[in-house]
């Protein structure tokens, strides 16, 4: 049988810890949906659609992968797909307050899917996508963080490709 997993996230931008996590991810399932939370109501730095073109350009190279976005609760979305599993990337225990919260919520609602969380690796351990955007946008070197897309597209965003 097939073993799926959703991999869920407002991915404002991919960072190279979610390409990571795919990464690892992809030994344990057969195929992984990536999804992009389509929020109308939080204020994001790149349309749903940009970051669905960087994300796909980040993990091109990876097999079993599909790309989709969804709205409303998570758990219905990952019924819909047929999936067993909810992936998160856990990095420090700074993370582990939040992730529990959302793991003990989604088994709440729906006890069939489980929360399976990967831990990055080291080198990823302090990249956020909400830290990368604050450095970029003072023109700080994000290169080894992201994905060249990524680093290209948010240099162009905050006007910082001219330095
Ligand atoms: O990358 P993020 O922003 O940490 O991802 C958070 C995400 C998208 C996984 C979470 O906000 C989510 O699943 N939102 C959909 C609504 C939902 O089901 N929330 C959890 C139970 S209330």
Same mark, same amino acid.
């Given at each position: 049988?097939? +073993?799926? *997993? ?16 795919? +990464?690892?991810?992809k ?7 990536? *999804? ?5 109501? #939080? ?12 994300? #796909? ?16 609760l &998570? ?7 047929? /999936?067993? /599993? ?5 990095? *420090? ?9 959302? /793991? &003990?919520?989604?088994?709440? &609602?729906? +006890? ?5 969380? &990967? ?12 830290i990368? #955007?604050?450095? /970029? ?5 994000i *290169? ?7 680093? +290209?597209m948010? #240099? ?8």
């Amino acid at each position: 049988m097939k +073993r799926i *997993a959703i991999y869920p996230g407002s991915f404002d931008p991919v960072t190279n810890g979610h390409v990571d996590i795919v +990464r690892r991810g992809k030994t344990l399932f057969d195929q992984i949906i990536v *999804a992009i939370l389509h929020n109308p109501n #939080k204020e994001s730095l790149f349309t749903v659609d940009e970051r669905m073109f960087m994300l #796909k350009d980040s993990m091109k190279g990876i097999s079993g992968i599909t790309f989709d976005t969804f709205g409303g609760l &998570l758990v219905d979305y990952a019924k819909e797909c047929g /999936a067993d /599993a909810i992936l998160r990337g856990m990095r *420090a225990v700074s993370d582990f307050e939040y992730e529990f919260q959302l /793991a &003990l919520m989604n088994r709440k &609602l729906n +006890r069939d899917i489980q929360t399976v969380f &990967l831990m990055t690796g080291l080198r990823w351990i302090f990249t956020s996508s909400s830290i990368i #955007k604050e450095a /970029a946008q003072f023109g700080g070197d994000i *290169a080894d963080m992201v994905p060249p897309i990524v680093n +290209r597209m948010i #240099k162009e965003r905050y006007g910082t490709d001219k330095n």
